[in-house]
């Protein structure tokens, strides 16, 4: 059966049950932010170790930075990180989750394998993209989505791509979920920018649309459709 040939359990119909208006509480208790000089040694240290120096810099996009990135690029093409896969493993008590009510991002977690999109970035100021795309990644210490060079296979041959992977000792790591509980979690939780059933349709959808399907992807978006849909029949 051909991808497009089948439809989303999951519709926006669904993100609107999901959304509430959820004012930012801020960093919790305990929790320490990068500084801008701490930023800007990860920038210098991966920038340093870049693996091919004088080659084009490629990103590995797997979720939002598919459908809303950062920064900008002059190219992109398919392709599969080995030794990494797909994994709502990020814990969140903000922007998508609450302290009441958390939440659970995608992250790249170790073993498996994760197809995505590789992104060219422009040569000049390379430094100033990674400096904001580092900002948008990771917030507190010690970081979630740790900036690492890998290694991504594609139709003319295996590259090195910057990615950002699960760092498994931040507090944050949540472990290998059954997909039942990861559901129960996204049809629920909403932060201040928005819901995790938002994040995952955006996801699949943007994914589909390059031929990408995610088997885990597609299962989970139709038990969030589903647990939504048991939430509103439970509603008085």
């Not at 990135?69 to 969140?92: D, K, L, T």
């Not at 060079?149 to 979920?177: C, D, H, Q």
Request: glycine fraction near 10%; include cysteine; charge should be positive.
């Amino acid at each position: 059966m051909s991808h497009r040939s089948r439809s989303f359990s999951l519709t926006s119909a669904h993100v609107a049950q999901v959304h509430r208006a959820v004012a930012d509480s801020g960093p919790g208790p305990g929790m320490k932010l990068h500084t801008d000089a701490e930023y800007d040694d990860w920038v210098a240290r991966m920038t340093k170790s870049h693996p091919a120096p004088g080659t084009p810099t490629l990103l590995f996009a797997y979720g939002s930075l598919i459908w809303k990135p950062e920064i900008g690029h002059v190219g992109e093409e398919i392709g599969i990180a080995r030794g990494w896969h797909r994994s709502f493993c990020f814990r969140m008590l903000r922007f998508r989750g609450t302290p009441e009510e958390p939440g659970l991002m995608m992250a790249l977690d170790r073993g498996g394998q994760c197809r995505g999109v590789l992104y060219e970035l422009p040569n000049d100021d390379l430094e100033g993209q990674l400096a904001r795309l580092f900002r948008r990644e990771f917030t507190y210490k010690p970081p979630n989505s740790m900036p690492r060079w890998i290694k991504v296979e594609t139709a003319r041959g295996s590259l090195p791509a910057l990615g950002f992977v699960m760092n498994r000792a931040s507090p944050s790591y949540a472990g290998r979920l059954p997909l039942e509980a990861v559901a129960e979690v996204l049809a629920r939780a909403c932060g201040h920018v928005g819901s995790g059933a938002e994040y995952l349709l955006n996801t699949v959808t943007h994914l589909e649309a390059r031929g990408i399907r995610d088997r885990n992807l597609w299962r989970l978006q139709a038990l969030v459709a589903e647990c939504i849909e048991r939430s509103m029949e439970q509603r008085p």
